[in-house]
Nanobody, 123 residues
Framework: QVQLVESGGRLVQAGGSLRLSCAASGRTFSMYAMGWFRQAPGKERDFVAATSRSGGTIYYADSVKGRFTISRDNAKNTVYLQMNSLKPEDTAVYYC????????????????WGQGTQVTVSS
């Protein structure tokens, strides 16, 4: 069973950059497709980005395309989310998640979740 721990969230000014990391325990990390989701106060948890097991296939929400980059390092059991040109509307708790199968954008298809890391973008 993989356990996920996110880090890297903090307060940043609009236009700035952050890199979130999600470290996975266990020896089966490469068997999981990975995703990033976010949840703003009072809103539902939304899809942000996902990567296939090898990292060869990538998906993004339209709202972050061109600004965010997801990547993974299977040797380090870590998935990253590089966030550039941050906007106040990017403020949310960011979660990484893992799935063995299913739609990469579908929150219901992810069965393992981290505890989340807070990203706050000030205007």
């Amino acid at each position: 069973q993989v356990q996920l721990v996110e880090s890297g969230g903090r307060l940043v000014q609009a236009g700035g950059s952050l890199r979130l990391s999600c470290a996975a325990s266990g020896r089966t990390f490469s068997m999981y497709a990975m995703g990033w989701f976010r949840q703003a106060p009072g809103k539902e948890r939304d899809f942000v980005a996902a990567t296939s097991r090898s990292g060869g296939t990538i998906y993004y929400a339209d709202s972050v395309k061109g600004r965010f980059t997801i990547s993974r390092d299977n040797a380090k059991n870590t998935v990253y989310l590089q966030m550039n040109s941050l906007k106040p509307e990017d403020t949310a708790v960011y979660y990484c998640a893992a799935q063995r199968a299913g739609g990469p954008r579908s929150i219901d298809d992810y069965n393992l979740w981290g505890q989340g890391t807070q990203v706050t973008v000030s205007s």
